[in-house]
Antibody
Framework: QLQLQESGPGLVKPSETLSLTCTVS??????????WGWIRQPPGKGLEWIGS???????YYNPSLKSRVTISVDRSKNQFSLKLSSVTAAETAVYFC???????????????????WGQGTLVTVSS | QSALTQPPSASGSPGQSVTISCTGT?????????VSWYQQHPGKAPRLMIY???ERPSGVPDRFSGSKSGNTASLTVSGLQAEDEADYYC??????????FGGGTKLTVL
C-alpha cells in the first residue's frame, strides 16, 4: 500500500523560502497513474491545493501561488519536493503531500482525486 | 478560482441520514464529473471517501454516497454512526489542471 511522508523544517522566518520533501514508499514515483501534489491547511481552516506534478516533470500550480511555488521530483530517491518563497505568517499551516489519481482523456490528463495522503507536517512562519 | 461553497455545519442523530452540499460554478462542478469528498478527523490527514461524483474507494462503507445536479454536488451519509463525526471537504477539477476545495463542513452526530 502506497505511503507518503513529509519532512522538513517546522519553523521558517517571514520572507524566507519554505522547503519540504515527500518520500513515497511501497510504490514508484514514476507510475503514470498518479500526479504528486501538495495541499495546505491553516490551523482551524480549510484545505488549499498548492500544486501538482507528473513523474515526467510537468508541473501545475494554484494560480494564486504560481509566482512563488516550485515542485520538483527526485526519481532516484522516490521523492518530490515543495519550495514556497517569500512566506508570510498567514502561511503557517499543516502541509500535506498526496498521491493524486488521474484520468487520461485523449491527450488531456485530469486531476481526479487525492487518493493517498501523508500525515502532514506543521510549518510555522515566525521570526 | 474561488472555493466551493459548503455549509459550515450539519448534524444528525445515530441511524439518521444527513446530506452535505457543495456548490460551485459552471467552470468546475458544473462542467466536470471529477468531484471528490474527503473525511478528516481532528489532527488527522483527510481520507478519500467519494471520487468521480459517486464512486467509493475500496474500504469506504456503502453508507456514504455522492451525487451531482448542475453546479451542486452532495454527499449523503446514511445510518449515521458516532465515528462519522468529522469535517468533510469537497473538491472539484476546475479545468486547465486546476483544483478547488470547499470550505469544509463539520458533521456532528447528536
Amino acid at each position: 500500500q502506497l505511503q507518503l511522508q513529509e519532512s522538513g523544517p517546522g519553523l521558517v522566518k517571514p520572507s524566507e523560502t519554505l522547503s519540504l520533501t515527500c518520500t513515497v514508499s511501497n510504490g514508484s514515483i514514476s507510475r503514470n497513474t498518479y500526479y504528486w501534489g501538495w495541499i495546505r491547511q491553516p490551523p482551524g481552516k480549510g484545505l488549499e491545493w498548492i500544486g501538482s506534478m507528473y513523474y515526467s516533470g510537468s508541473t501545475y500550480y494554484n494560480p494564486s501561488l504560481k509566482s512563488r511555488v516550485t515542485i520538483s521530483v527526485d526519481r532516484s530517491k522516490n521523492q518530490f519536493s515543495l519550495k514556497l518563497s517569500s512566506v508570510t505568517a498567514a502561511e503557517t499551516a499543516v502541509y500535506f503531500c498526496a498521491g493524486i489519481r488521474i484520468t487520461i482523456s485523449g491527450e488531456v490528463i485530469i486531476h481526479d482525486a487525492f487518493d493517498v495522503w501523508g500525515q502532514g507536517t506543521l510549518v510555522t512562519v515566525s521570526s | 478560482q474561488s472555493a466551493l461553497t459548503q455549509p459550515p455545519s450539519a448534524s444528525g442523530s445515530p441511524g439518521q441520514s444527513v446530506t452535505i452540499s457543495c456548490t460551485g460554478t459552471s467552470s468546475d462542478v458544473g462542467s466536470y464529473n471529477y468531484v471528490s469528498w474527503y473525511q478528516q478527523h481532528p489532527g488527522k490527514a483527510p481520507r478519500l471517501m467519494i471520487y468521480e461524483v459517486n464512486e467509493r474507494p475500496s474500504g469506504v462503507p456503502d453508507r456514504f454516497s455522492g451525487s451531482k445536479s448542475g453546479n451542486t454536488a452532495s454527499l449523503t451519509v446514511s445510518g449515521l454512526q458516532a465515528e462519522d463525526e468529522a469535517d468533510y471537504y469537497c473538491s472539484s477539477y476546475a479545468g486547465s489542471n486546476n483544483v478547488v476545495f470547499g470550505g469544509g463542513t463539520k458533521l456532528t452526530v447528536l
